[in-house]
């Protein structure tokens, strides 16, 4: 007669099924987890870099040129290809190469403005004018008046003219941008993070920096060994049977 013991026991299908069953429940909770972490990377990273963009410090050094400065913002490739994915398509299409090539981006905005004073000179020209009078050709010159006027500095050049109530002008803007990227250590003794900062310099006193980004596209570097605990369930060269212990593991593919 069979022991009640033997038959409280599972047979090697159910242990089969049964470990299959523990894998992909531990599966669905990891790609949840996975989903869950990329829905909050992808928040967090929009929310830093709406912040982040207008957070200009804005400085003038010794020699009188203006600074903008701003934190560089490290964003994993994947993350800001949701984002800004065809913007990203559409860029690497006009350079001429592809999405995994681009490294970093730069975003500038700002904004030129001042007063000017301006030399206007009034102008005359004899605009000449035929006409018929008592059957003969009577040719009258008129006095036309109108103004010019003209404006240069180190950064600006603008000239033209006011003819008729209408008013024409030739401008020219100049500047000279230099971009600096740089560590910094924070904290008490410089014990803290370390940033990396992007500092934009101009020697135009009349720009104002709007908004400023720098933003470093990374990549996640996957870890091929892993160590840890694991179950596993195998042939030991006579049957199969599962197993519980510590592992070091090479992973050839990762989902």
Not at 17 to 36: D, S, T, W
Not at 228 to 255: A, D, M
Request: charged share 20%; proline share 2%.
């Amino acid at each position: 007669m069979e022991s009640p013991k033997l038959k409280s026991l599972l047979s090697k299908k159910e242990i089969t099924f049964l470990l299959i069953a523990v894998l992909m429940f531990f599966g669905l909770l990891f790609m949840l987890h996975k989903a869950n972490e990329n829905a909050a990377r992808l928040l967090d990273a929009q929310h830093t870099i709406q912040n982040m963009g207008s957070q200009i410090k804005t400085y003038v050094d010794e020699n009188g040129n203006l600074h903008g400065q701003v934190e560089v913002l490290k964003i994993d490739k994947k993350v800001y290809s949701q984002m800004n994915g065809a913007q990203l398509d559409s860029l690497a299409q006009n350079l001429g190469t592809k999405v995994n090539k681009i490294n970093s981006l730069l975003n500038l905005s700002m904004v030129n403005q001042g007063q000017l004073a301006a030399i206007i000179d009034t102008q005359y020209k004899i605009i000449m004018t035929k006409e018929i009078v008592n059957s003969r050709e009577v040719i009258r010159a008129d006095s036309i008046r109108y103004y010019t006027f003209k404006y240069k500095d180190k950064f600006m050049k603008f000239d033209g003219i006011i003819d008729s109530g209408k008013l024409s002008a030739n401008y020219s803007l100049k500047d000279s941008l230099t971009f600096i990227t740089f560590h910094k250590n924070t904290g008490f003794l410089g014990l803290g993070k370390k940033k990396t900062l992007i500092d934009v310099q101009t020697q135009n006193p009349n720009v104002t920096f709007t908004q400023m980004q720098k933003i470093e596209l990374t990549s996640e570097k996957i870890k091929k060994f892993s160590f840890g605990p694991c179950i596993n369930y195998g042939f030991n060269g006579e049957k199969f049977q599962p197993s519980v212990g510590v592992s070091l593991q090479y992973s050839l593919i990762r989902f």
